[in-house]
């Protein structure tokens, strides 16, 4: 990593500084704010939470989204993906991470890591990361033609070589699921990992669930109610 300094502060979900930054470290085009540890105001919830993960199932309304990408004719995955990535990346709480000497900081920005169903076996997925732009269309196309990249290329890991900047989206499109988790180990990371289920029509609404694992280690309630909130209006103000 290449360090320079800079004297910036990191904003929270409601607009107040978390703590002032002096120090920006790169690696390769990866910018990576380490963190002050020990002036740092989650240092005792990381400490306690450190391996503890937060599960969340909502059905939000995607009524709007719906009507609106499929009057441009355009599909639900990349929108929705696009739309998690850019409340992602809006806030500072969803992208804190270690570096390679394991000290805490938050990515200047992170990249969407997603499943795709293989063409030569339907049973099977890919798995593909898409450069985020936080330019609907410009992420949209990038999208697509990752997409195809992934559904041909015959195996898990679709990308010979990533970023470390990246969090994890995946899809049941059959399943209107009510809850999830993941079995095995703790969770070791701090980015969420977000679940899309089958879109259902319900009356008048379309609705989606959309299932979430957090780090408790760097996300409490606050936040999480804050992530929902902010999909359910990013997806509604999206077109």
Known sequence: MHKCVQTFFIVGCHGNPIFQIRELYWEGTMAFIR????????????????????????????????????????????????????VVNQYPEFRYAYDEQHCVGIWEELHPYYTVPRV????????????????????????????????HCGRLLCDETM?????????????????FCFGGEPKEDFVP?????????????????VGAEFSH????????SRFFEQLKETADNLL
């Open 120 to 151: 030569d076996n339907p049973t099977l997925f890919s798995m593909k990361y898409s450069v985020y732009s936080p330019d609907f269309l410009t992420f949209y196309h990038t999208f697509e033609q990752d997409y195809k990249v992934a559904e």
């Open 35 to 86: 963190i002050p540890y020990d002036q740092w105001e989650r240092k005792e919830y990381l400490e306690f939470f450190q391996n503890s993960s937060i599960y969340i199932t909502e059905q939000l309304d995607m009524t709007k989204l719906y009507c609106h990408i499929k009057q441009k004719g355009l599909r639900l995955y990349p929108s929705l993906v696009y739309c998690t990535a850019k």
């Open 193 to 209: 990992f977000v679940l899309f289920g089958k879109l259902t029509h319900q009356g008048d609404r379309f609705l989606l669930p």
């Open 217 to 224: 280690a760097v996300n409490d309630g606050q936040h999480i």
């Open 163 to 179: 970023p470390k900047n990246i969090f994890g989206v995946s899809i049941a499109p059959g399943v209107p699921f009510t809850g």
